[in-house]
């Protein structure tokens, strides 16, 4: 039994993990980051909490690995830049390990998910391929060779701070014309209120509501899924120009609209394609099998990595 812990920014969850890849058990709790310290006691006593409800002895768990929103350096588990959370320059490795008594492996949650896809999910007969998750931003993990990709400077992977536009939108990193200020769900909504506010009125400001109007018929709300979708193939066919992937994997919300998103986002790359892997025609761009537990089990299964 391994367990993976998936701190995200308002929640972290937790989970007893088989070697098959199957949630035993998983609990949610709020993400209190304030003082990452005094947080890691917190999760240990929450998966020590998880362990006995599951009736599974703690020491008896094969290994523990966690996944954060942000960069992370593998070898040391010290968490970089973590700008969702508020954590630059926190030794995670070290607090988990002290507080467990045990190591814990931790790395960055875009990664965690590539990793589950590769073992258990979408990915599985693939040996080359890019996981990404589109949410808040967007994040991606890259598997070469059967493994996880982290680069030399441990950021492999920022596809959501590729630069698309010169001197365009304004990122939350602090550049402009980051794609994931094009691409991701928030901007899919930002586009779509910033062109037509009444549509909105009694709806949920969220991405969703942007799908649900588009399939009603609404030409605005397609003009906008179309265009986030035409900005992300932009930036992906240059990631496939330089990396050769078998396959993308798409994950997040937006991954269930299929006719809307997958379909058009494999002909747009292709359009925007380098001419011979364009007519090759052999990558794949595929929905996400795990979804939202992709980086917990892909946390479970660090281990696997090293």
Request: glycine share 12%; proline share 5%.
């Amino acid at each position: 039994m391994n367990i993976g812990i998936d701190i995200g920014g308002t929640k972290t969850s937790i989970g007893l993990v088989d070697q098959t890849g199957a949630i035993i058990l998983e609990h949610v709790h709020p993400t209190c980051a304030e003082k990452p310290a005094d947080f890691v006691e917190m999760i240990v006593d929450w998966t020590k909490e998880l362990c006995q409800t599951a009736h599974v002895n703690f020491n008896e768990v094969q290994s523990v690995g966690a996944g954060v929103p942000g960069t992370v350096d593998f070898a040391t588990g010290h968490v970089v830049f973590c700008p969702n959370i508020g954590w630059f320059d926190v030794p995670m490795g070290k607090l988990f390990a002290s507080a467990f008594g045990r190591p814990v492996l931790v790395s960055q949650d875009s990664r965690n998910a590539a990793l589950g896809e590769l073992l258990f999910g979408a990915g599985k007969g693939y040996s080359d391929f890019m996981c990404i998750t589109i949410g808040t931003g967007i994040g991606c993990g890259i598997v070469i060779g059967g493994r996880v990709f982290h680069g030399g400077m441990n950021t492999a992977g920022e596809l959501g701070h590729l630069p698309i536009v010169r001197d365009g939108v304004d990122c939350n990193c602090g550049n402009k014309g980051c794609l994931e200020s094009y691409a991701s769900g928030n901007a899919i909504f930002e586009r779509a209120f910033a062109l037509k506010p009444n549509a909105f009125t009694g709806r949920p400001h969220k991405c969703e509501t942007v799908f649900e109007l588009a399939y009603q018929g609404d030409p605005d709300m397609l003009t906008v899924i179309k265009q986030s979708v035409d900005d992300l193939a932009f930036g992906l066919a240059g990631a496939v120009a330089i990396l050769s992937p078998q396959a993308i994997l798409i994950s997040g919300g937006v991954s269930e609209h299929r006719e809307l998103v997958i379909q058009p986002l494999e002909e747009r790359i292709y359009h925007y394609g380098y001419y011979s892997w364009k007519h090759a025609k052999k990558l794949k761009v595929l929905p996400a099998k795990l979804e939202k537990s992709a980086p917990m089990v892909g946390a479970a299964f660090l281990e696997s990595q090293l």
